[in-house]
């Protein structure tokens, strides 16, 4: 075999690792949106009397660049928190109405919640990665802003949360993109996001024996052109950083509830020490929950589940207030 013939089977290769890690991560995180052990404790009746919601709000001209908006029905006070909720779907699918339950019972709670779409990576659009869906949030942050004053709600804090592929873009926006916020930022909360992509990390696809199948796949995540020979290099470390959310983390960050199962196989359980660590090394006020006998959906420790949400109201009083 001669050297093209081989550089032809290693991309070949690189193909269906990536398309394998697309179907693998899209599939677990339907399952993550559809299953929740604590919906039942999160059920509102939804009425009147606890709030509105705006649907299909745009903030941009792309199809998918559309926000909900749930206020609560309680509009006589001076300033409001925004919880914004980042749905799940494996950066290829998902929708803001995956997660009404959470947004319902966020509003209920006094906040003004917003779930947000963002142009996901399809045949229609093939230029879509991590990086340009973390952009169109920000993009979108002031326009929620907006609407809610329209509406009479003042928003002037902010907690940003997500699930899966939504954690991951959580996450950069409360590390990488807080110090630019039209609302001051308070507190992140997610379940399952990315938030390193060391290829050595991604053993259950590969990555760390196939150094050309992880420069397709991360060049398509981030949006960049990665070559094999960069893996593992310098160069390859600047190449992810905007969608590697632990990089931006410094001592000004935001407190940080994070939850992650013990044998995820689709977003690489290898890849949270870089998140735990890099809020340990700067003081960042953080509470990390490891799900002992879970996976990517966190199916499997209901009791650890409710210490999460224990905790995220405990958060949520904190250093949003109480509403």
């Known amino acids: 075999m001669n050297s093209e013939d081989n550089r032809r089977r290693k991309r070949r290769w690189g193909f269906i690792y990536i398309g394998t890690f697309i179907a693998v991560?899209?599939?677990?995180?339907?399952?993550?949106?559809?299953?929740?052990?604590?919906?039942?404790?999160?059920?509102?009746?939804?009425?009147?009397?606890?709030?509105?919601?705006?649907?299909?709000?745009?903030?941009?001209?792309?199809?998918?660049?559309?926000?909900?908006?749930?206020?609560?029905?309680?509009h006589t006070k001076k300033h409001y928190g925004l919880v914004v909720y980042l749905h799940a779907g494996g950066f290829t699918g998902g929708d803001k109405s995956d997660d009404v339950t959470m947004l319902k019972w966020l509003t209920s709670k006094g906040y003004v919640a917003a779930g947000i779409n963002y142009t996901l990576r399809d045949d229609n659009n093939p230029q879509a990665s991590v990086y340009t869906m973390s952009q169109e949030i920000k993009k979108s942050m002031p326009i929620v802003k907006a609407e809610a004053q329209k509406l009479g709600y003042d928003l002037d804090h902010m907690a940003i949360a997500g699930g899966s592929a939504g954690g991951t873009l959580a996450l950069l926006y409360a590390y990488r993109d807080a110090d630019t916020s039209p609302i001051p930022v308070k507190?992140?909360?997610?379940?399952?996001?990315?938030?390193?992509?060391?290829?050595?990390?991604?053993?259950?696809?590969?990555?760390?024996?196939?150094?050309?199948?992880?420069?397709?796949?991360?060049?398509?995540?981030?949006?960049?052109?990665?070559?094999?020979?960069?893996?593992?290099t310098e160069r390859y470390i600047e190449a992810v950083k905007d969608i590697s959310p632990y990089m931006w983390i410094h001592a000004n960050s935001v407190p940080t509830l994070a939850g992650y199962g013990r044998y995820d196989k689709v977003a690489p359980f290898g890849s949270v020490k870089y998140l735990v660590n890099a809020l340990k090394a700067n003081n960042v006020p953080y509470d990390y929950f490891e799900f002992p006998h879970s996976g990517h959906g966190l199916q499997n420790d209901n009791k650890i589940y409710a210490q999460y949400i224990n905790k995220l109201n405990e958060y949520l009083e904190h250093y949003m207030g109480s509403n």
Not at 43 to 60: L, Q
Not at 191 to 220: C, R
């Open 187 to 232: 507190m992140v909360f997610e379940m399952v996001g990315p938030p390193s992509f060391y290829h050595k990390d991604w053993t259950n696809y590969g990555l760390d024996k196939n150094p050309e199948a992880a420069a397709g796949l991360f060049s398509i995540m981030s949006g960049s052109h990665i070559t094999p020979d960069m893996i593992g």
């Open 25 to 74: 991560f899209a599939i677990s995180a339907i399952f993550k949106m559809t299953y929740s052990p604590l919906s039942g404790e999160m059920k509102v009746n939804w009425n009147d009397s606890v709030g509105h919601i705006y649907t299909d709000i745009a903030y941009g001209d792309q199809e998918k660049n559309k926000f909900d908006l749930y206020v609560p029905a309680d």
